[in-house]
């Protein structure tokens, strides 16, 4: 069966400082991966998405970035965190044909 | 653009009451919808999709293109129902590729 991972769990870091969120899929290839952040009275926005190995898009331009360097692996990125990155991020997968979405744990973080 | 729209952020109700989760969509093409539900310290997960047409732990929803809804419906609500709710549109990206739109959800508590 299908499983995600992301790490770490929650994540405290300064203001300025770099960032690495990771995700992991298994179970399945070629997935279609999917950053999303969640944020209270705000829903869930998507951030990137990506159909295949180095193939990122971004829906909204801010301060972060995605890579895909594996085929089931997804990194959220950011060369110098603001306070505003402060959220709880999703990472979720589905299949190319498809479109129900699989959710990870997810991921807090806290930019102080 | 695509959009979905769920009005109410905060829904509380008796257990044993019938309960009405409120979705909107706007969208050119032929809308695909879900509902996605989190339950508290659980990850979001599928609650239902209009295409299978079917009834989850009690939920149902129609969809209604006259009047762009997928409203959530159960007739008899319990406790263990409280939760985030998120309706969702799904959009084609590409090819066979697909996203989802998110409304912000509608946190549902049932009152014992």
């Known amino acids: 069966s299908q499983t995600i991972h992301q790490w770490p769990a929650t994540l405290v870091q300064p203001v300025g400082s770099p960032l690495s969120l990771e995700c992991t899929v298994e179970?399945?290839?070629?997935?279609?991966l999917y950053w999303y952040r969640q944020a209270a009275g705000r829903g869930l926005q998507l951030l990137f998405y990506?159909?295949?190995?180095?193939?990122i898009s971004s829906e909204v331009p801010q301060n972060l970035s995605a890579s895909r360097p594996q085929d089931r692996q997804f990194i959220l990125s950011s060369k110098k965190l603001l306070l505003s990155d402060s959220g709880f991020y999703l990472c979720?997968?589905?299949?190319?044909?498809?479109?129900?979405?699989?959710f990870g744990p997810g991921t807090r973080l806290l930019v102080l | 653009a695509q959009r979905v729209t769920q009005p109410e952020k905060l829904l509380s109700v008796f257990k044993g009451a019938p309960v009405e989760l409120k979705c909107n969509y706007s969208?050119?093409?032929?809308?695909?919808l879900f509902w996605y539900v989190q339950y508290s310290r659980q990850r979001l997960q599928l609650l239902l999709r209009?295409?299978s047409r079917e009834s989850i732990k009690g939920f149902t929803a129609d969809l209604n293109k006259g009047e762009t809804s997928f409203h959530l419906k159960k007739p008899f609500a319990q406790e263990e129902d409280s939760a985030m709710y998120y309706c969702?549109?799904?959009?084609?990206?590409?090819?066979?590729?697909?996203?989802?739109?998110f409304g912000k959800g509608t946190l549902l508590t049932v009152n014992p």
């Open positions: 979720a997968w589905s299949l190319t044909f498809g479109e129900t979405q699989y």
């Open positions: 179970g399945t290839s070629n997935p279609n």
């Open positions: 990506s159909v295949g190995i180095g193939q």
């Open positions: 969208y050119s093409g032929s809308p695909e």
């Open positions: 209009h295409i």
């Open positions: 969702a549109l799904s959009v084609r990206s590409g090819g066979s590729n697909y996203k989802l739109t």
